[in-house]
Each structure stands twice: as structure tokens, then as C-alpha cells.
């Protein structure tokens, strides 16, 4: 062979990163078995098919060595490190000897791909692979030179869709592989299959999901399947890659594969190599008889086999029968089971409910897996993760209501009046500020209604400004078991980051800490304003927000009173009347409360000019009751003038201007009591004579609403009178808790909302999905309108650093939950997304549902009852950082928690056992008693033991038999948030469903596995996000373990830390 000696000394000279592989190998000459000389060490550079032999790294190349015509022989024994290259050509054969084993494996592959043999295979491969495009193409490109009246009638390319269940998967198969060829003899393969997809469209390979690695076997079963989602675009054309990789260490091969180009192969320098892959079209999968697919795996150059891939296509509704032939859990043979799906369980989905669904959760990622029970059969899971809307949509609900509130409020401020130079400057002070946090609203409203992406907030936007309403990381994870012998389950935990004001931060804590500093300040302050404590002005809230309820309703009722009258029609007249005083008595009990009196005075004091005038005889309410009943005409009645500025204010004037709503409601009754008694007796007179009968009751219509007319404009304007002074009333006393702690007042209810935002969004997604859930479950639905809903947070929060304020934050959030009702209500449109109505301290959530899921409702719930709910909240810390604070800090914080809310555990147990009978609990095998259950979870509490998980596990047990909906916390909801979810599933497999002891450990790490996650991207992957998430939050944190060396070095590290603490919160 010619070549030139100059080209080839560059070429050998190149720096290292030029070629394919290089390293020191001991090379000698064999003739037969012997050696010509003893081996040398020489430093081996192989760049295509040419091996360089140099004496060391800087020196030229003494030797090439082509390798063209030749074949690698690897000896098989597990000590020795050398190889063979023999040549066709009878040239003596070339002894190479490495370092190690993993070394010469490495060159033997590197050597092998390198032949020229193997090059030429690997272009008639490639030649292949492009003329199969071409083919594709060619109908494409064809159409270019058609008519265009011949282009229309071809339309689009048309493809054929798969047929499938609805909200099922479109295509769902198992793999498994036989026969798999390694490197060398001895080598035992950890192998995994990536699964990528070829769209017929597009032409465009997209890495999709990959398996778990199953190590120790030429034969494995993988316990990961493969499913494609309903919104996937999978076609019969479609085609599907399998690429099957040897992992030499499994830590390295947990690395995402789609950090790596689509058209690149991964190195085999990167912790795992290439053995081989294989395509097939989607349609032969389906069409096939056996519903099988047995194809072979082959070298990237198409020459080489190095086994066998079984592809089992998974049908909806299908069930293997019979046992399992055998478990093992050696390594060795890693028989493992195939994966298959389950049946639908019945009344857990149905087309019916698919709309309202599909409204609230988008974008689901679903896994599939078969575990053996303990009575050699096998289970099957579909395990999904989903995104909900109302992680935008709640936010957006609510923030617009807040936008409402204000507004009304700052106008109730500016119509209060005259008031004191004092008074108005400090009400001026508060409508300016109350003004900009208005504004700050309306912003933030505008700036997510421009949102577009993903519909969920991921860990890295936590401390964005424009995102902190929105929840972080809110997820549905649901697990779906159907097992041979018991009954389909469904498993529904919300993993959410904990609710918390992260833009704000805590460097003061968190909103249990600052709401009580500040309560304690705002009663030192009582010299610039009047101190009403925080029940006071919620029920001035409450007072507010009656009025602007049942104001409208009485006025609405009053003239449907009056045109029942105008018809003259005896009953309507009777049910409006009805209508009307109900609701007019609601009206005059919600003022019935001292504080409405005290703030009519304290506001007169803040007029200019008043005078206080003393009653010479008091009367109590007891009398005015009295005169209620007694008074019967709008003449007795006296109306009183608004409240006088520069006048004698009587204390008395409050109690007979609210007396004159009943009283006015009295003479209205009487008056149609009267009409209805005359007409009665009109009809008894037509009966004996029906002519002058006929002449009264042309006349009744006309008499009859003049004189209503009278009294119910009386009637208005009574309820016109107080609710102009209560008005005023209220919002004076809104004025002073406002004025009291400016601007901190504000920020602390800015910090509120934005917690609450958080923390409600996850609740309306709980709610929904547990309703949808168990329509056809009548002992939930009777314990959902009879006692309540039971919401249990599981927190993972440690009581160190910025995570304490956390946890503090997210313990007001949840607590505030509690003024939260749902009504379910049927859905008059194709928008399903509930409606949220109400107020600070009082929301209802409605829930819309499809006619035929709300006929299914039991008619307490069908006619409006609003729905309890009952959040409770239990915390334990497990990161590094706890245990910090355990040793050197304090967990105080969490310890309370979790003993106020063990208590209303049991109120909620107390009451459920009260009201619901036993045998709407479900059952499950060898089911505990709540109450020792209870019992157990008190005692744990008041242990008081360092990172006792058993607190977790217990009140995730009672949650699960009360019917109450989970939820999973921590900073960001993702490793910590993931290690617990997959531990209970496997938990819950093990203690509800059989699952083998000794297939416990690997159900984890499969669902564990981030090789099986599927293809998402880095913004859609709730558990990637930023790297640096993962870091302390605080810089000073030093090893640890460095500081048990010395108990100086221990002393030292907490001064240090201590002293970084104070120069960063100073």
C-alpha cells in the first residue's frame, strides 16, 4: 500500500483530542504462540483504521499498523489483560497488553469497530438508511409537479390512527431482550433500552423514554414499560427506535440521555456502550397476529447480531392468566415480568367525565409496571404525573377578587366624610397606600394573563415577582393498581412546593411569626388610633360583606312582593312575603352586635364638633323587641336624620334606627295578612253571589298594591338608613386597623394572600380530583355534605434557616384554608373551570360538573349545601438541615404544628364518628382501628424523637381511611417531595397489595429512576429545574464531617456560623 510517510508523521502528532482512542499498551510480534521478543511498552494512538505504536507521548510514530483484513482475539479469562490482532494477509500477529481489564475491554471494541471491514459495513448501513428516506420522500416530492387540482384532491398526507379506549393510552408495550452479546465472555451486562421515535411527517428522530437498567444478565426482562399519552401523535407508519446500552457503572448510567444531540451516539467513555439497536413501524406491532414483535439487534455498521429484542404490544383491558411460573430476585437471571395494563376500574373513569377532566389536568406523563405479590401472581401499575390549570387559573380567580375588594373598600374610606384634621390626614395616609398596593395587583394581574408555556411553575421561578401567587411544582401523582384478587385501586397525592412568600424571603421569618409580632405591637400604638382586636374587624369584615349580600336580595324581593300584588295572586304574594321576611331578618341580626353601636360612636368622636349625650333612662334590645311585635302602621314610625356633625348625638338614636327595619317588615306583614283575609272572604261572598263578585275583583289588583306600595318604599328606606351608618361604621373600624400598623399592615396582608394563593390552588385541584374519583362512592358522598372533607399536608420542611420561615408561612396558608367552602353546581357551558366567589376571611369555590356526573350527586349537595373543609397539617423534617437544628438549634416550631393539628385530627375523627356509620370507611386487608391508629400518632408526637417519619406514615394511613385527600410538601416539591411519593407507593403496595418482600428495593428504584422519566425537557421537568436548588441554602455550612475531628474545630465552626448568621440578617 503507498502512502506518505510526512502525512501520516503529522497525523500521529495531532493533539490527543483528535483521535478515537489512545493509551500505553506492551506490544510485541507472535509467530505461532510464541513471542519474537519480550513486550514493550509503547504509547498507541488509533485514529480510523490506523494504529500509531509510538515510545512515548512526545516522540514520533515508530510504527502503523493497518488494521484492514484482521480480527480481534480477546482471551476470556477474568485476569487476563491482552489481545490478539490476527491478519488475513499471514503477517505475524500483533500481541497487545493493557493495564487493567476494564483497559483492554475497552481497546478490544475500539479495535474491532476500527476494521476496515467494520467501516465498510457501517457506510452499506448508512447507504440503507438513506435510500429508505429517499423512498419516503419521493411521493413529497412528487406532488411538486402535479396540477394543482391534482395537489387538492390529494389533500394532506393521511395517516392511520390507532384505536383506543378514550383517555387511554394510544400504544402501550413491554420489552425484553435474549441473547445479548458483550464484549467479552465474562462480562456481565447492565443493560438498559432507549426508546426514541421516528414521526412519518417530519422524518425526525426524538428520544422518548428509556427502561431501568437491569444488571448481571444476557437475558433481561425489563419491569418498565412504554406508553404513549392520548395527545401523542402516533401513527401505524410511525416508527420506533430501540437502542439497547450496556451501563458499566449504574450510578453513571442514571445520567440523562437527552443531554446529548439527537444525531450523536453516546460515547462509551461516559460510563456505558453501545451494543446495539433495532426499528420498527407502530402498525406491524398492532397488525401482528401474536401481538408481538421478536427482532434483532444489531451493531451501528448493520453486520454484526448481538441479539434479540421481544416487543409485547400491552391491550387495554387485557389480563394474563395464570401464576407466575417462578420469582427470583438473584441478579444473576434477573427474572423479571413483563409489563402489563390493567382494566379500567369500574366507576373510576368513564367518558362522561373526560371534559370536566381534561379542563383541570394537562400534559400527563404515565409509566407502566408489573411487580409480583407474595402469592406468586402479578400486579399491574400505571403510575402518572400531570399538570393542573388552576396552578394559573386559581391566582387569577382570586387576585381579581382581591382587585374587587379593595376598590370597594378604599371607596367606603373616602365616603365616610367629614372627619378631624387627625382623623382625615390618617385616612388620606391609608387611601394612598392602599392605593399603591392596589395598583401592585392590577399589576401582576396583567402580567399573568400574558403567561404563556407550561401551566405550572417551576422551582426556578420561585422568587420571580410576577409568579410568587402561582404555586410551585403543583402535580397530580397518581397511582393506579389493579392485583388479581383484590379489588382496582386509585392512589391520589398532590405533591405541591410549599406555599411561601419566596420574593418576599425570611429574613424575619415567616407570616406565624410577624402576625403575632405585629398583633403585639398594634397595642402599644392606641395613642395615634383606636386598638380593635383581630376579632373585631373580621366581624366588621363579616358585617361589610352581609350588607352587600342580602341589600340587593331584599330590595329584589320587595318588588317582586309589589308585581305579586299587581297580579293579585294570593300564593305568589305568600311565598314573596316569605322570601322577603327571611331574608330582611337575616339583615336586622347581622347588626345586632355591640361593636356596630361602639363604632357609630367612636366615629362620631372623630367628626369635628361633637357632643356625646347621655340617655337619662337606657333601654335595652329586650324592649325594643317588644315594641316590634306592637307596632302595625308606617304613621308611628319616625324617621331619623343622618348622622349630625356639629350636633347632640344620642347613644339611643343606633337602636331605633335598626328597630325601624323590623318594625317596617311588621306593618308589611300585617297589611298582607289583611288583604289576604279580605279576599278570602270575597270568594266565600262570590260563592253566593258570583256577579258582584266579579266587579270586587277588577278593582282587588289595583287596591291591593297601592297599598303595599307605601310600606315597602318605607321598608327601603329604613334598610336605606342603616345601611349607610353601618357602612360607615365598619369602615371606620377597617380605617383604624389599617392605620395601626402602616405600611406593615399591608405587606403582612400582601404576604397572606400570596401564601393563601398558593395554598388554595392545590386545594381545588385535591377537591376536584377526589370528587371525580368517587362519584360513584354514595358513603363518601354522604360524609362530604354531612361532615366535611379532610385535607391532610404532609410538610418535609427542616426548622433551620430560610426553611423555618418557610414552614410558617405554609402553616398560616394552610390554616386559612379553613374559611374555604366548595359548592358543586352543574355546569351551563363547556367551561369547567370552577368559579370562586366571596371575600377575605370567606370564599365559596364552585365546582362545575357535566349533567350526567351531577344527577350522580346526592340531593343535599345537588341543591347547594356548602362543603366543609377540614386542612390539616403535619411536619417533619429530613434534610441535612434538620438535623443541624435538632442538634444545635431548635424544633419547636414543628413540634407545636404538629400538635395543633393532631387536635383537630381528632375533632374531625370525633365528629365523623358522630355522624357517618362504620361501613363507609374503606377496607383494606387487615385494616387498623382508627382510634389506635390515633393513639399511635399522639404518642409519636409526643415523643418528641428526631426525624420521626413515622408521624408522616401514620397520618397518611388515617387520611387514606377517612377519604381525605393528600398532599406532599417541601421547599421546591421535587427530590425530597419524590423520595417520600415513591416510598409510600411502594409501602402501600406492600401493606394493601401483596407485593413481593423481596421486590420491594427494586419497585423503588425503578419508580425512582430518572432513565425512566420519559423525554421532557428541561422547563417541563418539575424534578430538574436549576442545579443549584439542590445546594444549602446558606453559604456557611462546612463539611461536617470534618468537624468531628476535633471538638475545637466544633467550637470554632459555631462561633464562625453564628457569626455570618448575624452579619447577614443585621
Not at 429508505?132 to 391534482?150: C, G, M, N, V, Y
Not at 410576577?466 to 389493579?482: G, K, S, Y
Not at 398558593?758 to 374519583?773: P, R, W, Y
Request: charged share 25%; proline share 4%; net charge neutral.
Amino acid at each position: 500500500m503507498r502512502f506518505n510517510a510526512k502525512d501520516l508523521a503529522l497525523l500521529a502528532k495531532r493533539p490527543s483530542g483528535c483521535f478515537d482512542k489512545e493509551g500505553k499498551l506492551k506490544i510485541c510480534r507472535l509467530v505461532g504462540d510464541e513471542k519474537l521478543i519480550e513486550p514493550r511498552e509503547r504509547w498507541c494512538r488509533l485514529k480510523g483504521n490506523l494504529l500509531f505504536l509510538m515510545k512515548n507521548k512526545s516522540s514520533e510514530a515508530s510504527e502503523v499498523v493497518i488494521l484492514e483484513r484482521c480480527w480481534v482475539v480477546e482471551f476470556r479469562s477474568k485476569t487476563d489483560v491482552s489481545i490478539i490482532l490476527k491478519f488475513q494477509s499471514g503477517e505475524p500477529d500483533l500481541y497487545l497488553e493493557a493495564a487493567s481489564k476494564p483497559d483492554c475491554e475497552a481497546w478490544a471494541v475500539a479495535l474491532g469497530e476500527a476494521n476496515s471491514e467494520g467501516l465498510r459495513n457501517k457506510i452499506q448501513q448508512l447507504r440503507r438508511l438513506i435510500m429508505e428516506i429517499k423512498e419516503e420522500r419521493a411521493s413529497d416530492e412528487a406532488r411538486q409537479f402535479l396540477p394543482s387540482s391534482q395537489v387538492d384532491s390529494l389533500g394532506e398526507p393521511q395517516f392511520t390512527s390507532i384505536q383506543r379506549i378514550a383517555n387511554e393510552p394510544k400504544l402501550e408495550f413491554s420489552l425484553a431482550c435474549k441473547g445479548l452479546v458483550a464484549a467479552t465472555r465474562d462480562r456481565k451486562l447492565n443493560t438498559f433500552i432507549q426508546v426514541s421515535v421516528v414521526h412519518p411527517a417530519e422524518h425526525i428522530l426524538t428520544r422518548y423514554s428509556s427502561t431501568e437498567i437491569v444488571e448481571g444478565t444476557r437475558d433481561p426482562l425489563f419491569l418498565t414499560g412504554v406508553t404513549f399519552p392520548p395527545e401523542y401523535p402516533i401513527y401505524e407508519e410511525t416508527k420506533i427506535k430501540l437502542t439497547v446500552y450496556d451501563v458499566k457503572d449504574k450510578s453513571q448510567g442514571t445520567v440523562r440521555t437527552s443531554v446529548l444531540p439527537d444525531h450523536k451516539e453516546p460515547r462509551a467513555d461516559v460510563g456505558r456502550s453501545f451494543l446495539g439497536c433495532t426499528t420498527f413501524r407502530v402498525g406491524d406491532l398492532v397488525k401482528s397476529k401474536e401481538q408481538q414483535l421478536t427482532l434483532t439487534l444489531r451493531t451501528s455498521d448493520g453486520g454484526k447480531t448481538v441479539g434479540t429484542i421481544e416487543v409485547n404490544l400491552v391491550k387495554m383491558g387485557e389480563f394474563e392468566d395464570g401464576e407466575m411460573g417462578h420469582i427470583t430476585t438473584d441478579a444473576q437471571d434477573q427474572k423479571c415480568a413483563l409489563v402489563r395494563e390493567c382494566t379500567t376500574p369500574e366507576g373510576l373513569s368513564g367518558k362522561d367525565n373526560l371534559p370536566s377532566l381534561n379542563a383541570v389536568l394537562k400534559n400527563p406523563i404515565c409509566k407502566l409496571y408489573r411487580f409480583p405479590t407474595s402469592d406468586n401472581k402479578w400486579m399491574r401499575i400505571r403510575e402518572q404525573m400531570a399538570e393542573t390549570t388552576l396552578s394559573f387559573h386559581v391566582p387569577k380567580e382570586l387576585i381579581n377578587l382581591h382587585i374587587k375588594e379593595d376598590m370597594r373598600r378604599n371607596q367606603e374610606l373616602k365616603d365616610l366624610g367629614e372627619l378631624a384634621p387627625h382623623w382625615d390626614n390618617m385616612r388620606k395616609s391609608v387611601i394612598a397606600h392602599c392605593d399603591q398596593m392596589l395598583s401592585m395587583y392590577q399589576d401582576t394581574l396583567a402580567e399573568l394573563g400574558k403567561h404563556t408555556g407550561s401551566s405550572f411553575k417551576s422551582s426556578c421561578s420561585k422568587g420571580e415577582k410576577t409568579l410568587e401567587f402561582i404555586p410551585i411544582n403543583l402535580h397530580l401523582q397518581r397511582m393506579h393498581v389493579h392485583s388479581p384478587r383484590l379489588k382496582d385501586a386509585l392512589y391520589d397525592v398532590i405533591t405541591v412546593g410549599a406555599p411561601a412568600a419566596h420574593f418576599q424571603g425570611f429574613k424575619n421569618g415567616g407570616l406565624r411569626k410577624l402576625l403575632s409580632k405585629f398583633e403585639a405591637e398594634r397595642r402599644n400604638t392606641g395613642y395615634q388610633c383606636i386598638y380593635y382586636s383581630p376579632e373585631n374587624t373580621a366581624k366588621a369584615k363579616e358585617v361589610l360583606s352581609n350588607i352587600n349580600h342580602l341589600q340587593p336580595l331584599i330590595s329584589s324581593h320587595a318588588d317582586l312582593l309589589l308585581n305579586s300584588a299587581s297580579q293579585h295572586s294570593p300564593d305568589s304574594l305568600k311565598n314573596s312575603l316569605k322570601m322577603l321576611s327571611e331574608k330582611t331578618e337575616l339583615f336586622v341580626h347581622a347588626f345586632k352586635d355591640q361593636l356596630v353601636r361602639s363604632a357609630l360612636l367612636a366615629l362620631y368622636t372623630a367628626r369635628p364638633g361633637c357632643v356625646i349625650k347621655k340617655p337619662a333612662v337606657p333601654r335595652n334590645s329586650a324592649e325594643e323587641g317588644d315594641d316590634l311585635k306592637h307596632q302595625d302602621h308606617p304613621s308611628q314610625i319616625k324617621r331619623q336624620d343622618s348622622i349630625p356633625h356639629h350636633s347632640e348625638y344620642d347613644e339611643e338614636e343606633w337602636d331605633r334606627v335598626w328597630a325601624n327595619v323590623g318594625k317596617s317588615l311588621n306593618c308589611v306583614i300585617a297589611m298582607v295578612d289583611r288583604l289576604l283575609e279580605k279576599d278570602s272572604s270575597k270568594i266565600k261572598e262570590g260563592e253566593n253571589d258570583p256577579s258582584a263578585a266579579d266587579c270586587k275583583v277588577l278593582h282587588a289588583g289595583g287596591d291591593w298594591y297601592e297599598q303595599l306600595y307605601p310600606l315597602v318604599i318605607t321598608l327601603k328606606d329604613c334598610m336605606g338608613e342603616v345601611v349607610t351608618r353601618a357602612k360607615q361604621s365598619m369602615a371606620f373600624v377597617l380605617l383604624q386597623e389599617l392605620a395601626c400598623g402602616l405600611p406593615q399592615c399591608l405587606m403582612l396582608t400582601l404576604r397572606r394572600d400570596i401564601v393563601f394563593s398558593q395554598a388554595l390552588a392545590g386545594l381545588v385541584c385535591g377537591f376536584i380530583i377526589k370528587l371525580h374519583t368517587s362519584l360513584h362512592d354514595q358513603g363518601f358522598l354522604q360524609q362530604l355534605h354531612t361532615v366535611g372533607l379532610l385535607v391532610q399536608y404532609e410538610g418535609l420542611l427542616s426548622t433551620y434557616s430560610e426553611e423555618a420561615g418557610m414552614l410558617e408561612d405554609m402553616a398560616v396558608g394552610i390554616s386559612d384554608l379553613q374559611k374555604v367552602m366548595f359548592k358543586v353546581i352543574e355546569a351551563k357551558s363547556e367551561d369547567f373551570l370552577p368559579i370562586i366567589t366571596g371575600r377575605r376571611e370567606h370564599y365559596v369555590i364552585e365546582v362545575q360538573l357535566p349533567a350526567k356526573m351531577f344527577e350522580l350527586l346526592p340531593q343535599e349537595i345537588k341543591e347547594g349545601k356548602l362543603l366543609r373543609m377540614y386542612p390539616v397539617l403535619f411536619n417533619v423534617g429530613i434534610n441535612e438541615q434538620q438535623t443541624l437544628a435538632e442538634r444545635f438549634g431548635d424544633t419547636t416550631l414543628q413540634e407545636n404544628i404538629n400538635q395543633e393539628n393532631l387536635e383537630l385530627l381528632k375533632e374531625y375523627y370525633n365528629l365523623f364518628t358522630e355522624k357517618m356509620p362504620p361501613d363507609c370507611l374503606p377496607h383494606f386487608q387487615e385494616q387498623n382501628d382508627l382510634k389506635g391508629l390515633l393513639e399511635n400518632l399522639h404518642q409519636n408526637i409526643q415523643a418528641k424523637r428526631r426525624k420521626n417519619v413515622e408521624i408522616m406514615w401514620l397520618a397518611a394511613t388515617i387520611c387514606r381511611k377517612l377519604n381525605g385527600v393528600r398532599f406532599t410538601c417541601c421547599k421546591s416539591a421535587k427530590d425530597r417531595t419524590s423520595m417520600s411519593v415513591t416510598l409510600e407507593q411502594c409501602s402501600i403496595l406492600r401493606d394493601e397489595h401483596q407485593l413481593h418482600k423481596d421486590f420491594f428495593i427494586r419497585a423503588l428504584d425503578c419508580m425512582r429512576s430518572r432513565q425512566t422519566q420519559g423525554a421532557l425537557n428541561e422547563s417541563d421537568d418539575p424534578e430538574t429545574g436549576c442545579l443549584t436548588d439542590n445546594k444549602p441554602t446558606s453559604r456557611h455550612f462546612y463539611p461536617v464531617a470534618l468537624l468531628l475531628v476535633s471538638s475545637h474545630l466544633l467550637v470554632v465552626w459555631l462561633i464562625l456560623s453564628l457569626a455570618l448568621l448575624l452579619a447577614k440578617y443585621q
